[in-house]
């Protein structure tokens, strides 16, 4: 399972997703969006941050981390 975080370089969400990550155990890359701007194309980015899971965006919002283990947890039955 490939998982992205898109986010601005300024989304100050990120250590906390991180850390989020990290306590379910779920091995996720980040991609800045200024970086890649074929990404803001592709999924119709307007915010920060993102999470992008095997290619489909998951999430346009942070979500909690009971949302995360909710959706990870239903992705694997």
């Known amino acids: 399972m490939r998982v992205q975080l898109l ?15 990290k306590d379910l155990g779920i091995n996720y890359e980040i991609a800045y969006l200024e970086n ?5 194309k592709t999924y119709n980015i307007r915010h ?3 999470i992008v899971v095997d290619g489909k965006l998951a999430f346009r919002h942070q ?3 009971q949302e995360l283990r909710q959706y990870f947890d239903d992705l694997k039955h």
């Open 36 to 40: 890649h701007p074929e990404m803001v």
């Open 63 to 65: 979500p909690s981390e």
């Open 48 to 50: 920060s941050p993102n």
């Open 7 to 21: 986010v601005t370089r300024t989304d100050f969400s990120v250590p906390n997703l991180e850390q989020e990550f």
